[in-house]
């Protein structure tokens, strides 16, 4: 399992934008993906986006898509989510997540500690 570690997040107005990095102890091979859930006040964890580590294939929830960007940096090590057009049900603990197939629990290997987003209104 590889440990993730995540910055970024924080505190923006409604319409801005924020951005979370994601960085595996240990590189990634082509068998494995890298991204994000979230998990809002009260409800469950929710994938939000992926992407493939060989490849850069990238993956997003229906309701971020077009407004979040997922992408990675092979040198660095590391994925970045850029979030615009924030919305205040955006608000969420973020999770950076690494496995196999991460676009489901059940291909998840590692999460990270998770880092708060918060928009306002």
């Known amino acids: 399992q590889a440990q993730l570690i995540e910055s970024g997040g924080g505190l923006v107005q409604t319409g801005g934008s924020l951005s979370l990095a994601c960085v595996p102890s240990?590189?990634?091979?082509?068998?494995?993906?890298v991204g994000w859930y979230r998990q809002a006040p009260g409800k469950g964890r929710a994938f939000v986006s992926a992407?493939?580590?060989?490849?850069?294939?990238?993956h997003y929830a229906e309701s971020v898509r077009g407004r979040f960007t997922i992408s990675k940096d092979n040198a660095k090590n590391t994925v970045y989510l850029q979030m615009d057009d924030l919305k205040q049900e955006d608000t969420a603990v973020y999770y950076c997540?690494?496995?196999?197939?991460?676009?489901?629990?059940?291909?998840?290997?590692?999460w990270g500690q998770g880092i708060q987003v918060t928009v306002s209104a």
């Open positions: 997540v690494a496995g196999p197939a991460v676009t489901v629990p059940s291909g998840i290997d590692s």
């Open positions: 240990k590189p990634q091979t082509g068998l494995y993906a």
């Open positions: 992407i493939t580590w060989n490849t850069g294939a990238a």
